[in-house]
């Protein structure tokens, strides 16, 4: 085993970890990890991080689901829109530049980290809230392109969606949101294999490298103050997403 896929695989746990403990920021970590780590072309890295969020964020939507935390008609609808969108962003991404689709996913890191800095608003919802279909169908649409087109934009716009949109209660849109970015994963990864041919090995060991930190980021939930994780993850986000910005920026000249 090299170094670089060594690094590859131990940085891929902290993947499953976000998603166990955050319901999100899976995406934010893969790209990077992919791109800078493992040496895959832009293009290859974000399509390899929606397989290895898609599959990851289904493995840990089981736990929740078993727990009550899924409200499956809202996440099926808008995990619906999201798919649409997210093929279409997918479609779309493989035939961008490499280095603009670089410099929108630092934008995105950026804005990711500053919404989990500021933290979550509190909702006042309740987990059999009345469901506002077209707004939750639009939003899903909106959210699925980014997916689809930068291989970001998961849970930290899923989850308040779902609870702002869908009226659920914030357990409960963390689970739902699973749902919504295993299945808009998938259907953005279809979008770019039409244009995109992926390291399958690879992908596939740093799958399991993921599920496995989803699977520790699940028993540690509850554990470590969500607050403080929340703050403490945005700032290293917003590191990484200055770093991939100022990367692709000197390269331009």
Do not use: C
């Not at 746990?13 to 072309?41: E, F, N, R």
């Not at 599959?55 to 996440?75: D, E, F, L």
């Not at 989990?116 to 987990?127: L, Y």
């Amino acid at each position: 085993m090299t170094l670089a896929l060594a690094a590859t695989l131990l940085l891929s746990v902290l993947i499953g970890l976000s998603l166990g403990l955050l319901g999100g920021g899976g995406s934010i970590l893969t790209v990077p990890i992919l791109t800078y780590v493992a040496g895959l072309s832009p293009r290859e890295a974000i399509a390899s991080s929606l397989f290895v969020v898609g599959v990851t964020s289904a493995v840990s939507a089981i736990g929740h689901a078993r727990k009550g935390r899924v409200k499956w008609r809202t996440g099926l609808i808008f995990g619906a829109a999201g798919m649409v969108g997210a093929f279409g962003g997918g479609l779309l991404g493989g035939r961008i530049p490499g280095t603009i689709l670089m410099i929108a996913f630092a934008l995105m890191m950026v804005a990711t980290s500053a919404a989990m800095i500021r933290g979550r608003k509190t909702v006042k919802a309740a987990g059999d809230g009345e469901l506002r279909v077209g707004k939750v169908i639009f939003e899903g649409l909106v959210v699925g392109l980014v997916t689809g087109l930068v291989g970001a934009g998961g849970g930290f716009l899923v989850v308040p969606a779902l609870a702002l949109l869908g009226g659920l209660s914030m357990p409960v849109a963390v689970g739902t949101s699973l749902v919504v970015i295993a299945m808009k994963s998938f259907a953005g990864l279809g979008g770019y294999l039409t244009t995109v041919s992926l390291n399958w090995p690879l992908i596939a060991a740093v799958t399991v490298a993921a599920i496995l930190g989803s699977l520790i980021g699940a028993r540690l939930a509850g554990r470590i103050p969500e607050a403080a994780l929340r703050r403490g993850f945005g700032i290293f986000v917003l590191v990484m997403g200055i770093f991939v910005l100022a990367q692709e920026l000197l390269g331009l000249r």
